[in-house]
């Protein structure tokens, strides 16, 4: 993520060389190790309408199978996508290609963590899905659809899922290390309080197996900790409150805590290195929200399949869950419109859950067998569904701003992780606080 300048000349520049980038990132296959469709972006293939979508990290619509079976209910149509893996290289230039209103492609997933800002600043470029037949506010859960929703009523974006918080964890390591491998028993452990989560990681390293730490990364615990508050880094307001916020702080603390004790891999996630650790079974616990099975699953050697398990968290919270929005600039508007709203249908929710491990955003979709009877190749014949809704329904309603990506990445990847590098926890707070205001301009 490209710092923020004070001036507004320099602003200019930076938008400038953005807007350089955006236009390779968006118009053409992914370059930080994200995989695109083989097909060109265009209007038209062979007498079809091609419908293209912008998408970022693995959001699994193609491995589930429905870009295929759209295609098969509607001949004439062809899905082709562009995927960047970070969603930090992904989101800058789609923002600039929403001001300049242009470069855009048919369909653009937006994190949750800039769906505020684009509701906020670019709602005029984004079709309105509260107008397009078909669509029902009453299938999304009330909070999901109101994070797309503007003050005078337009909805610009349709949810695709949410995060709710679990632990998945090896149960070949934490045999090998003396822990309880049953998913309820494992819960118990941590059970109220993320502190008795570091209390098991010390259990885990007293007899961990060669080669291996507890979790994945700081930046990974910190999120799953912060991701059970109703308020982190904004105020119902709209005011900057991460600094002052005794919630943040404390997980931050508790993080560092965990690092100091060798509890955590020196890792940014979804890093090159990271990802290796994942083939090379190098950690015990991840912090994990439904998608994060996705992840490992797409990562992971094909021995792992089945040595995960999913526990509940220690506190109920989201981490992550997308939108997608039709921009209006798009070349095939109301056909986008059709698909977005097709593809997140309760139905095709549960399908994607089914396969990908993405929670769906619409309740009606809990009770469908694809959820309730839902079992994934990297955990098994655990039945995960119901860990997974049952987080859904008893998370906290988040506070979201317009900047919780930048403040949550500079926690993580420019604050917390120091501390597995010898820094103390106040030195990598102080260096998280000047990163994350410079780029806030305060």
């Known amino acids: 993520m490209r710092a923020r300048t004070r001036t507004a000349r320099n602003r200019a520049v930076v938008l400038a060389a953005v807007a350089s980038l955006g236009a390779g990132l968006l118009a053409g296959c992914a ?17 079809k309408t091609t419908i293209t979508l912008g998408l970022f990290g693995t959001m699994g619509f193609k491995e589930a199978g429905l870009y295929a079976e759209y295609e098969k209910l509607n001949p004439k149509i062809k899905i082709a996508d562009n995927v960047i893996q970070r969603n930090e290289n ?51 859960l009330d909070w999901k659809w109101e994070q797309a929703t503007t003050k005078d009523g337009q909805t610009i974006g349709l949810g695709t899922d949410v995060g709710p918080m679990a632990i998945c964890y090896r149960t070949d390591l934490f045999k ?36 291996t730490v507890f979790m994945d ?40 805590e965990a ?59 989201n981490w992550g869950g997308s939108f997608l929005t039709v921009p209006k600039s798009g070349k095939n508007v109301e056909e986008a419109q059709k698909f977005v709203a097709w593809l997140t249908a309760p139905e095709q929710q549960a399908k994607l859950f089914k396969v990908q491990g993405s929670f769906p955003s619409a309740p009606a979709a809990y009770t469908s067998p694809e959820v309730t009877g839902a079992v994934n190749e990297m955990t098994g014949d655990q039945p995960i ?58």
């Open 176 to 211: 090998q290390a003396g822990l309880p491998t049953d998913p309820a028993k494992v819960s118990e452990l941590w059970a109220g309080d993320w502190s008795k989560l570091i209390t098991v990681g010390e259990r885990y390293k007293a007899k961990a197996p060669k080669g």
């Open 31 to 47: 370059d930080d190790g994200g995989g695109g469709s083989d097909d060109s972006p265009s209007g038209d293939s062979g007498g």
């Open 259 to 317: 690092a100091e004790k060798g509890l955590v891999q020196s890792q940014t996630q979804f890093q090159p290195a990271w990802n290796s650790t994942i083939a090379n079974n190098k950690f015990a616990t991840i912090s994990c929200p439904p998608w994060m099975l996705g992840t490992l699953k797409d990562n992971s050697k094909p021995e792992a399949k089945g040595k995960w398990a999913v526990a509940t968290a220690p506190k109920s919270g």
């Open 385 to 442: 569904g119901t860990v997974f809704a049952t987080a859904a329904k008893s998370a906290p309603v988040q506070v979201i701003g317009p900047k919780d990506q930048i403040i949550q990445q500079g926690l993580s990847d420019n604050g917390v992780i120091l501390v597995t590098k010898g820094k103390s926890a106040q030195e990598a707070w102080d260096s998280a606080v000047k990163s994350i205001d410079n780029k806030l301009d305060q």
């Open 90 to 140: 992904y989101y800058p230039p789609l923002l600039n290609h929403l001001t300049t209103n242009s470069g855009l492609l048919d369909v653009q997933a937006v994190e949750v963590a800039n769906i505020a800002e684009i509701v906020n600043t670019q709602a005029d470029k984004l079709s309105d899905f509260s107008k397009v037949s078909g669509v029902d506010k009453s299938k999304w």
């Open 217 to 256: 990364s700081p930046g990974g615990l910190l999120n799953g900790i912060i991701g059970s508050e109703k308020e982190k880094f904004y105020d119902a307001s709209g005011e900057v409150i991460y600094k002052t916020n005794p919630a943040v702080k404390a997980a931050f603390d508790l993080t560092a």
